[in-house]
């Protein structure tokens, strides 16, 4: 059983993020007022800080805490590796504490409850709130040798990851102290920063396209640098799906890393929700928020119930040409397993019948947004892979 947290100083976390932010934020500049960074400390520091990010995203994350894909034992290794050089806790410890995020979102249970307000969520909460470490929600992991093992000896695995390595291979290269400074001290206080905002940013600013009432908002500016995290309205809504930017030009360096993974053989079991489940998530989020538009303005205007019944009529209609052009979807793909040739009548009329539903839908989905932006905005752009 989760417990919630009890007010406590974290001493020791308060000297790391003290420690690694003002040497970042007073360093650097002192530094490049003088000296230019060696391109090879530049590459080594960008190499940490792409690959501990990720190893967060992708492994801490996807891997781990929502199981959205399985790995071999080499790319858990890198996950767990670099992210114990991210010093953001085992895996274990961060995949237990986010699946309380998600099971409590916005509860006393929820370790980075923005309800707290948003400097408890961003950093506040692993500062002054000490959480007891019983893990109980991740007993699948606990099965994991490598990853108990990394959370058992979690302090030489960062300090040796984290610092040891980076500053050994900037001291093989001429510049240790350069190392210490870009790819330790900055790229840890960015890395943090990245993860820090999807806890506070993406729980207060950004649009709620999937569910209305999640504090949870897609916000693409934060993908940019959280590696596709950014899209966490999504993410709340289907936290079992490996992407979180589901469009083509969504910025979601995770999602392609881990679709490379699987080219190469050492991903599977990639997890993807149904794009008619995550289409009709999105049309009752926009007929959700038409509703409660129209709920305020009911007083104010006497065609208030004319309109209303309109909206209701439209999204009965819409979704369930949806749900038609899923049907026939299914139909078509089971015609292509049973082998038809593309060239008899019947697999002509099926794909003639599917193109049909389609297009049906999006005549009726563009009906719907002219509808109901003449009353609340809540226009999404759809397109979405089938």
Same mark, same amino acid.
């Given at each position: 059983?989760i417990?919630?947290?009890?007010? $406590?100083y974290?001493?020791?976390?308060i000297?790391f993020?003290?420690g690694?932010?003002l040497?970042a934020?007073i360093?650097?500049?002192?530094?490049?007022? $003088?000296?230019?960074?060696?391109?090879?400390?530049?590459?080594?520091?960008?190499?940490?800080f792409?690959?501990t990010?990720?190893?967060?995203?992708?492994?801490?994350? &996807?891997l781990?805490?929502?199981?959205?894909?399985?790995?071999? /034992?080499?790319?858990?290794?890198?996950? #767990?590796?670099?992210?114990?050089?991210?010093?953001?806790?085992?895996?274990l410890?961060w995949?237990?504490q986010?699946?309380?995020?998600h099971?409590y979102?916005d509860?006393d249970?929820?370790p980075?409850n923005i309800?707290?307000?948003?400097?408890?969520?961003?950093?506040?909460?692993?500062?002054?709130w000490?959480?007891? /470490?019983?893990?109980?929600n991740?007993?699948?992991? =606990?099965q994991n040798r490598m @990853?108990?093992?990394?959370d =058992?000896?979690?302090i030489?695995?960062?300090?040796?990851?984290g610092?040891v @390595?980076?500053?050994?291979?900037?001291?093989?290269?001429?510049?240790?102290?350069?190392a210490?400074?870009?790819a330790v001290?900055a790229r840890?206080? @960015?890395v943090y920063?990245?993860?820090?905002? *999807?806890? $506070?940013f993406?729980?207060?600013?950004g649009?709620?396209?999937?569910? *209305?009432n999640?504090t949870?908002?897609?916000n693409?500016?934060?993908?940019?640098?959280?590696?596709?995290?950014?899209?966490?309205?999504?993410?709340?809504?289907?936290?079992?799906?490996?992407?979180?930017?589901?469009?083509?030009?969504?910025? +979601?360096?995770?999602?392609?890393a881990?679709?490379?993974?699987?080219?190469?053989?050492?991903?599977?079991?990639?997890k993807?929700? $149904?794009?008619?489940t *995550?289409i009709?998530?999105r #049309?009752?989020?926009?007929?959700?928020?038409a509703?409660?538009?129209l709920?305020?303005?009911? /007083?104010?205007?006497?065609?208030?119930?004319?309109?209303?019944?309109?909206?209701?009529?439209?999204?009965?209609?819409?979704?369930s040409?949806l749900?038609?052009?899923?049907?026939q979807? /299914?139909?078509?793909?089971?015609?292509?397993?049973?082998?038809?040739?593309?060239?008899? +009548?019947r697999?002509?009329d099926?794909?003639? +019948?599917? =193109? +049909?539903?389609?297009? &049906?839908?999006f005549a009726? &989905?563009?009906e719907?947004?002219?509808?109901?932006?003449?009353?609340?905005?809540? &226009?999404?752009?759809?397109?979405?892979?089938?």
């Amino acid at each position: 059983m989760i417990t919630p947290p009890i007010p $406590s100083y974290r001493w020791r976390n308060i000297a790391f993020f003290a420690g690694t932010h003002l040497t970042a934020i007073i360093g650097v500049p002192l530094y490049l007022r $003088s000296y230019t960074v060696p391109l090879d400390i530049f590459l080594l520091s960008a190499f940490y800080f792409i690959a501990t990010g990720m190893a967060v995203t992708v492994g801490y994350h &996807r891997l781990f805490s929502h199981r959205t894909f399985s790995a071999n /034992k080499f790319v858990e290794f890198l996950a #767990l590796f670099f992210g114990a050089a991210s010093f953001e806790e085992s895996a274990l410890c961060w995949s237990s504490q986010h699946r309380a995020h998600h099971q409590y979102t916005d509860t006393d249970l929820d370790p980075y409850n923005i309800k707290r307000g948003f400097f408890y969520a961003h950093m506040g909460w692993m500062m002054f709130w000490k959480f007891p /470490k019983e893990y109980p929600n991740v007993k699948d992991l =606990k099965q994991n040798r490598m @990853l108990m093992h990394q959370d =058992k000896h979690f302090i030489p695995w960062s300090i040796g990851a984290g610092i040891v @390595l980076p500053a050994l291979i900037g001291a093989l290269l001429g510049h240790f102290w350069e190392a210490g400074l870009f790819a330790v001290a900055a790229r840890i206080t @960015l890395v943090y920063q990245g993860t820090f905002c *999807i806890n $506070s940013f993406c729980h207060m600013f950004g649009r709620a396209t999937y569910d *209305i009432n999640s504090t949870a908002k897609d916000n693409w500016v934060n993908a940019l640098f959280t590696w596709g995290e950014g899209y966490h309205n999504f993410h709340h809504r289907f936290p079992n799906d490996y992407r979180n930017g589901i469009r083509w030009f969504h910025w +979601d360096p995770s999602k392609w890393a881990i679709r490379f993974f699987e080219m190469i053989g050492f991903a599977y079991n990639l997890k993807r929700t $149904s794009p008619f489940t *995550i289409i009709n998530a999105r #049309l009752a989020a926009e007929n959700s928020r038409a509703v409660l538009h129209l709920a305020k303005i009911e /007083k104010r205007k006497e065609q208030v119930a004319h309109i209303r019944e309109a909206v209701n009529k439209k999204y009965e209609q819409v979704t369930s040409l949806l749900q038609e052009w899923e049907i026939q979807l /299914k139909n078509h793909r089971a015609l292509l397993q049973d082998n038809f040739q593309r060239s008899s +009548d019947r697999f002509k009329d099926s794909l003639d +019948d599917l =193109k +049909d539903a389609r297009a &049906r839908f999006f005549a009726a &989905r563009r009906e719907w947004l002219k509808l109901v932006d003449r009353h609340i905005y809540v &226009r999404s752009p759809l397109t979405v892979s089938i």
